[in-house]
C-alpha cells in the first residue's frame, strides 16, 4: 500500500488550500477514506471520511463548515479542499482508508504526509 499526500505549505489565516492523496494498492473503489492531522505535541485526529461511493460524508466538528472532502475514484485520488483556515489547522495531513462506512478501522500503512501551516 502507497498513500502519497501533497499540497501542504504555510498560508495565512484566512486562506485556502487543497490537499490531494493518491492511493495504491488496495482497493480503492470499494474503500471508505479518510483524511486525518497530527498538530504539534498532539494525538492524530480524524478530520473527514467520504464513502467509496462518494454520496456520504463525515466531518470533525472543528472543521466543519468550511473543509470538504472528495474523492476521483478513476483517478484512485482524495482531496481535502480547506477554507478560512486558522492557526488550529496546523498540522501534518495524512490521508488512509478503510472498509466500513462509517470508518472504524484504517488500514495498517500510513504516508508521509504534507504539512500545513497556518501563519496568524
Known amino acids: 500500500v502507497a498513500l502519497v499526500e501533497s499540497g501542504g505549505r504555510l498560508v495565512q489565516a484566512g486562506g485556502s488550500l487543497r490537499l490531494s492523496c493518491v492511493a495504491s494498492g488496495l482497493p480503492f473503489n470499494t474503500y471508505t477514506m479518510a483524511w486525518f492531522r497530527r498538530a504539534p505535541g498532539k494525538e492524530r485526529e480524524f478530520v473527514a471520511g467520504i464513502r467509496w461511493s462518494g454520496d456520504e460524508t463525515h466531518y470533525a466538528d472543528s472543521v466543519k463548515g468550511r473543509f470538504t472532502i472528495s474523492r476521483d475514484n478513476a483517478k484512485n485520488s482524495v482531496y481535502l479542499q480547506m477554507n478560512n483556515l486558522n492557526s488550529d489547522d496546523t498540522a501534518v495531513y495524512y490521508c488512509?482508508?478503510?472498509?466500513?462506512?462509517?470508518?472504524?478501522?484504517?488500514?495498517?500503512?500510513w504516508g508521509q504526509g504534507t504539512r500545513v501551516t497556518v501563519s496568524s
Open positions: 488512509n482508508g478503510g472498509q466500513t462506512w462509517p470508518l472504524a478501522v484504517v488500514q495498517r500503512s
